[in-house]
């Protein structure tokens, strides 16, 4: 869903890799747009999408620099878990990998059982 996401983008593609790996799933894509108005559109992915909750898009600049919030004034993610900076969860290990898996486990079964009953 995030990748059709991605490619309503007015944005020209130059090429699209995506890969699985020991982390999960990845996908690097080569464009020729505005890194800044990129990087909005991946936080509305990361924000209003169900899935998009649960990834980390990051856009780098033409020189490999990477595109944070805190470059376009936005705020920072919030933790799944206590909603605290996810930047400093995550550096810091508050949590563990299991508690991490366990909460998206259930979210994504509680989004399954909604998707079911509102057919």
Do not use: W
């Amino acid at each position: 869903m995030a990748l059709d996401e991605i490619k309503k983008i007015d944005i020209k593609f130059l090429k699209i890799e995506t890969y699985e790996v020991p982390s999960g799933y990845e996908a690097l894509f080569a464009v020729i747009s505005n890194p800044l108005d990129l990087k909005f559109k991946a936080m509305e992915i990361e924000q209003s999408s169900f899935l998009g909750r649960f990834m980390d898009i990051d856009i780098l600049d033409n020189s490999y620099t990477i595109i944070t919030r805190e470059d376009i004034k936005a705020p920072q993610r919030r933790c799944f878990l206590c909603q605290n900076s996810a930047k400093i969860c995550a550096r810091s290990r508050k949590h563990s990998i299991y508690e991490l898996l366990n909460f998206i486990h259930n979210q994504v079964k509680k989004h399954e059982k909604n998707c079911r009953y509102s057919i």
